[in-house]
Each structure stands twice: as structure tokens, then as C-alpha cells.
């Protein structure tokens, strides 16, 4: 079992920053690949960013140049520069120890005009 536990989420106006963190913790030495999604209301939860174990990075098209994910053994982060109205989500957690997922309760990032 993996427990995955993020923070960070708040309240920022339009072309600010937030960090958001998150912790996994259990059967962390088989965490492979760690990821961040949103979902805004009334759409799907989409991919913002995914780490491997190895480094490699994924990002979606709408987050590139803005949004930077790091990690450090079990703990990511996503450092969110130039804030739009549109990142206005909640942000969730995963982390994958295949063939399983587990997922965090997210943390919600409010992004004001």
C-alpha cells in the first residue's frame, strides 16, 4: 500500500506562483512514475505533469514553460509560475507502483482574475 498526500493548494492571483507538494509513503522503494492531474468542474481529470523514476518529464501543452516537476526519492513537487484563471483545479497526486495507481485527495488551486 502507498498513501500519497498532497499540499499547497490555495488562493493566488492571475500571474502568480504556488508550489504544490506531495508525499507518498508505504511501498515507496516500488514507486515508479509520480504525476500531477487536475479536474476542473464539470471536465475530466486531465494530466498536468509526470515524473519517472528515472526523470523523464511529461507535461501537457497548456502547462509547458509554466509549470516545472521535480522530484526527490518519494516526494513531488510542481512549482506552477504565470497562473491563469484557467489552472483554477483541483490538483491530485498519483503515484504508480504497477500494476496499481494510488491516488491522493487533491488540493485545490483557485486562480483569480
Known amino acids: 500500500q502507498v498513501q500519497v498526500v498532497e499540499s499547497g493548494g490555495g488562493l493566488v492571483q492571475a500571474g502568480g506562483s504556488l508550489r504544490l507538494s506531495c508525499a507518498a509513503s508505504g511501498i515507496i522503494f516500488s514507486i515508479n512514475a509520480m504525476g500531477w492531474y487536475r479536474q476542473a468542474p464539470g471536465k475530466q481529470r486531465e494530466l498536468v505533469a509526470a515524473?519517472?523514476?528515472?526523470?523523464s518529464t511529461t507535461y501537457a501543452d497548456s502547462v509547458k514553460g509554466r509549470f516545472t516537476i521535480s522530484r526527490e526519492n518519494a516526494k513531488v513537487y510542481l512549482q506552477m509560475n504565470s497562473l491563469k484563471p484557467e489552472d483554477t483545479a483541483v490538483y491530485y497526486c498519483n503515484a504508480e507502483v504497477r500494476p496499481a495507481v494510488y491516488w491522493g485527495k487533491g488540493t485545490l488551486v483557485t486562480v483569480s482574475s
Open positions: 515524473i519517472t523514476s528515472g526523470g
